[in-house]
């Protein structure tokens, strides 16, 4: 699938193309800054798939769908923005954007909207034909909770312990988890090395694997200056925090 993102913040833009490369299947062929830049790219593309901001300049984001509209670009397309007026709102149903992301968001939230897309587009492709339980996989409003529904393991501190790779050491991820613990709350990357006297590399290695374990969600903070920092924190579905191993 061929992605076009259209974000002027260069940090914002790199950090949904990071996103985009954490997930199978996606391309991203174009990235710009203007919505005449992203015209340019729809005609040379032709994406599946547009991630949008709305506060561009020149033109606003939105210009760029009555564009779509009119040529028959038929491509999906997720608004990630700060907007989140009611006008902005009524444009984007009006369009028929397939997702409406409002930043900041976590990568749980923007996977749930990509995926969603992905599968349309597979039982289209297939050309088996719709019925009504397709629909309602679809459209299904459960989807759009931020965070992907997974069941809390029933003894974390096991299976976090069993599930570790050969590469993690589970002397440090105790003291890792110690430390989350004490910070009671959203934490970064840096923050957390700091607390256990570790490099940035090794700490993010840890966070990653409890990440997609189930354990951390992740966050994004933007701020007016300087890059979008990510933040993690327990998942609060958890019945109890993976403590000790």
């Not at 989350?180 to 970064?188: A, D, H, Q, T, V």
């Amino acid at each position: 699938m061929k992605v076009l993102i259209v974000e002027d913040d260069p940090m914002v833009a790199e950090l949904n193309q990071q996103f985009i490369e954490r997930m199978d299947n996606l391309d991203v062929v174009c990235k710009v800054d203007t919505v005449k830049k992203a015209q340019d790219c729809l005609q040379k593309w032709t994406p599946d798939l547009v991630l949008l901001d709305v506060y561009l300049p020149g033109k606003s984001g939105l210009t760029l769908l009555s564009h779509m509209q009119e040529h028959q670009y038929h491509a999906s397309v997720i608004l990630i923005t700060a907007a989140k007026d009611i006008q902005t709102v009524k444009e984007a149903v009006f369009y028929g954007v397939a997702d409406y992301l409002i930043k900041p968001f976590t990568f749980e939230r923007f996977k749930l909207a990509v995926e969603k897309i992905q599968r349309l587009a597979t039982v289209m492709e297939e050309g088996n034909g719709i019925n009504q339980a397709v629909i309602d996989h679809y459209f299904n409003k459960e989807e759009h909770t931020g965070m992907e529904k997974k069941e809390p393991p029933e003894h974390p501190s096991q299976n976090l312990s069993k599930n570790l790779s050969k590469n993690l050491s589970k002397l440090t991820m105790t003291t890792i988890l110690k430390s989350i613990k004490e910070l009671n709350g959203p934490f970064s990357v840096e923050t957390l090395a700091r607390e256990v006297d570790l490099s940035r590399i090794t700490v993010k290695k840890y966070i990653q694997f409890l990440v997609d374990d189930g354990f951390l969600i992740e966050s994004i903070e933007y701020h007016k200056v300087g890059r979008p920092l990510m933040l993690y924190q327990l998942n609060p579905n958890l019945n109890e925090p993976p403590f000790p191993l």
